[in-house]
């Protein structure tokens, strides 16, 4: 793939509302109405060599490990592997929630579709930074493990306001031993990995909005054990999602959203119902949806929790 450069070279270092919002939430009174679908622009997501020659620490090596004779071989540049694992990196990609994407590898394309989409429109662009493997050896020379590591950064930028949203890097690796061990797999389990963490930070960039509509079960009589909320299958809810719950208060006048707990979803019964666990701030749960305060959700894949 080719990037594309022309439409974000005069990107300014500025956090979009969308990434704001994902840090305080403020909710509309149709809180569904802030689950429109966005693109993704995945041909501005390459990994390519950097065009002005290598990083620090490309090519070839080889060091000693420990003094009884065993050693590690480093070995860099290992991009033969590359593109087989881009192709899964794009299979994920098209599987996320809400997140449509798009291939556009022609600048007048691009910025038609841009001027023309009615939904948003994002470009997602990377680079490899790094990506190795070591092989362990033992005394006799007989391998007994293979790993990988792997480093990316990448962006995420609206071209509709031509604002960047939020940087990311990610280091991730991969291991494989016995005498099945290749370096493809070991490759292969790093890039696994990398790809679960874009795509986690892709959903929390977008998040599904929506609402706690009753207590499913209590505990000790005065706390929210399980919840049913107002989103589901059609926003392609599934159990690996999490959502934080909030309560709007007002302060001086003005609106401001309180973080009350967290729920997991346990079940998707429909297009717009799940059951969730509660997982924390059960009590306050409670005390609202007795009552009768309405408690809003917000989406978080739960990957770092």
């Known amino acids: 793939m080719k990037m594309i450069k022309t439409l974000i070279a005069a990107v300014m270092m500025l956090v979009s509302s969308t990434a704001l919002m994902a840090q305080n939430p403020v909710f509309a009174q149709d809180v569904h109405s802030m689950n429109t679908d966005v693109y993704v622009l995945v041909g501005n997501f390459d990994f390519v060599r950097p065009d002005n020659g290598p990083l620090d620490g490309w090519g070839r090596s080889h060091r000693p490990d420990k003094p ?6 480093t070995i860099r540049d ?3 592997y590359v593109n087989p694992m881009l192709d899964t990196f794009y299979e994920h990609l098209e599987a996320a929630r809400r997140i449509r994407t798009k291939d556009i590898q022609i600048e007048s394309e691009l910025r038609s579709f841009v001027s023309s989409c009615p939904l948003p429109v994002y470009a997602l662009e990377g680079k490899i930074l790094k990506m190795e493997s070591v092989t362990r050896y033992d005394d006799r020379r007989v ?3 293979l790993s990988a590591r792997l480093e990316v950064k990448y962006r995420v930028i609206n071209l509709k ?9 990610t280091s991730s690796s991969g291991f494989k031993s016995g005498k099945n061990a290749s370096l493809n797999a070991a490759m292969s389990d790093a890039f696994s990995s990398a790809t679960h963490t874009i795509i986690t930070n892709l959903n929390d960039l977008f998040p599904t909005y929506g609402t706690v509509i009753q207590l499913a079960e209590t505990k000790n009589g005065n706390q929210a054990k399980a919840v049913y909320v107002d989103v589901g299958s059609n926003q392609g809810l599934t159990t690996s999602n999490h959502f ?3 309560e709007m208060t007002s302060v001086a006048g003005r609106q401001m959203s309180n973080r009350i707990g967290k729920l997991k979803v346990t079940s998707v019964g429909g297009p717009d119902i799940s059951l969730c666990k509660v997982q924390s701030g059960g009590d306050k749960i409670f005390s609202a949806m007795k009552a009768g305060r309405t408690l809003y959700v917000e989406s978080y894949t739960g990957f770092w929790e």
């Open 78 to 80: 290992e991009w033969d």
């Open 143 to 145: 391998m007994e493990s």
């Open 244 to 246: 934080y719950v909030y």
């Open 161 to 169: 306001t031509n604002t960047l949203v939020k940087e990311f890097s």
């Open 68 to 73: 009884n004779g065993s050693r590690n071989e």
